[in-house]
């Protein structure tokens, strides 16, 4: 679900309501006296695979980061029974879930891996990310900031071409972002 400006902020909405419904449907298991480890597996499958289908293809920005990690903050809280008005902070939930917040470094893992996939081929998708389709270009003259793409979550001072070159070769792709990629909060 895109808007006509390109965001995907109803999205990832609609993903995180649909995971919090799913999540009341198996409340019982996973506030259940099973193990922590266990219970933390069972989220992450049952209740980030709704929330994140097809997250590969977002384009976060600061208001959708911040709504994915709250999301991922309520399951913690959910999980060890802790209510809001205990007025426990994130860092003390992040310690007594014995988790730290790495729904965005899973994101970004996803994203990775997805785009090294379409640059590797050649395909329509490969020539919509690079932006080298023919039409006609709306200028409209919009102020502020220029808008953030698919890919600007890999990029860093190299830019676009080098990352392409990377992705050509599977192993200097997964050496870059592999299981270590990025930091986690």
């Known amino acids: 679900m895109l808007t006509e400006d390109g965001r ?28 922590e480890n266990l219970r933390e597996k069972l989220m992450k499958c049952y209740d980030w695979s709704v929330a994140l289908y097809s997250a590969e293809t977002w384009t976060l920005r600061e208001t959708d980061q911040r709504h994915l990690e709250s999301f991922e903050m309520w399951c913690w ?28 470094h899973e994101i970004r893992k996803w994203k990775a891996n997805w785009i090294g996939h379409i640059l590797r081929r050649n395909c329509l998708l490969k020539q919509v990310i690079e932006g ?35 992705a050509l070769d599977r192993t200097v792709w997964r050496n870059r972002f592999g299981r270590g990629f990025g930091h986690v909060i």
Not at 16 to 29: E, H, T, V, Y
Not at 97 to 103: G, L, T, V, Y
Not at 140 to 162: A, F, I, M, Q
Request: aromatic share 4%; glycine share 6%; charged share 45%.
């Open 8 to 35: 995907c902020t109803c999205e990832i909405k609609s993903r995180i309501a649909m995971a919090k419904a799913a999540f009341s449907k198996k409340k019982n298991l996973f506030t259940s006296k099973l193990e």
């Open 77 to 104: 809280r959910r999980m060890e029974k802790i209510s809001w008005t205990e007025r426990v902070r994130n860092e003390g939930m992040s310690l007594r879930a014995n988790e730290q917040r790495n729904i965005l």
């Open 132 to 166: 080298k389709m023919k039409g006609q270009i709306e200028v409209t003259g919009r102020r502020g900031r220029r808008r953030k793409k698919l890919v600007d979550d890999l990029e860093d001072s190299r830019g676009y071409c080098e990352l392409k070159e990377e």
